[in-house]
């Protein structure tokens, strides 16, 4: 049986080894149908754009990158994350752009400046720091045309010991500006992630205000927010409030629940309300699913899909 028919044949009691139809919902697509980036036609695809990583469904599609992307395309998902793309062999990274295409699926955020522990950290101000940062964006440029990607992730890295706070935002605006000036000849965006100390201690951006005070400095198309909700939580709650705050300037989100960094339903946050709030602002871009599964195996892949099919906005 092949994997779309074993994908349309499966039924709830045989969830420890296939999707439910609550998961899958019904085929998707019939062969050659378009799918629009920005309005679901198909009749299982999500509300919203949520995007796996590799790795999320390998207990059924197995471990190799096409095989997952056309078992995410069919379980309804409509884009693709990768932190580690840069890092992929160019021959890799077309092959993921050519299933990506065939899926009429989108390409998400890939990391533009983690070489190691998010370096280089141009909270200091040096200039083999920035010129390396600014030297991240010229390789990404690249790897963003070969998988038609738009968005990547940066970080600005940690408090640099001993320079006044006004000091380091004055070097982050400095190098994001350069950086800026690479990508926005090519329509490439960074978005900047404030990072919970929680789990990433000692990181120079944290709050949405500060997020915020950054992008207004840079001012520029290619120098964007990346909200990732989970981070978010941890650090100052009050998603929704902060959400409209910064809205102009959050072209990309990302989620997991708190505490724990899981599927939605399993922590704190009110997700099925955060994702219908975000829905009723016409939100159309992607939302990257960061975070990791609350169950292994092939149930586990069972129950992270069915959480999302409960919060997402009818």
Known sequence: MNRRNFLQATTAG???????????????????????????????AFTLDYAPHFGMFKHHAGDDMVAQLDFMSDAGFRSLEDNGMRSRSPEDQKRIADALERHDMRMGVFVMNMDCAWYPSITTGKPEEIAKFVQNAKDSVEVAKRTNAKWMTVVPGEVAEGVPMETQTAHVVEALKQASAVLEPHGLVMVCEPLNWRDHRGQFLQYTPQ????????????????????????????????????????????????????????????????????????????VGMEHGKSMGGKEGEIKLIEAYRTVDPA
């Open 14 to 44: 045989t969830a420890a080894a296939a999707l439910t139809p609550m998961a899958l919902g019904t085929p998707r697509r019939t062969a050659g149908a378009a799918l629009s980036a920005d309005t679901p036609t198909g009749s299982n």
């Open 211 to 286: 997020s915020i005070e950054i992008m207004k400095a840079v001012d520029s198309p290619s120098c964007l927010i990346l909200q990732d909700l989970y981070h978010q939580q941890a650090t100052e709650g009050n998603l929704i409030d902060h959400m409209n705050a910064a809205w102009d300037y959050i072209p990309y989100f990302q989620v997991g629940d708190n505490p724990g960094r899981r599927e939605p339903g399993t922590g704190e946050i009110n997700y099925a309300n955060v994702f219908k709030h975000m829905h009723e602002r016409g939100y159309t871009g992607i």
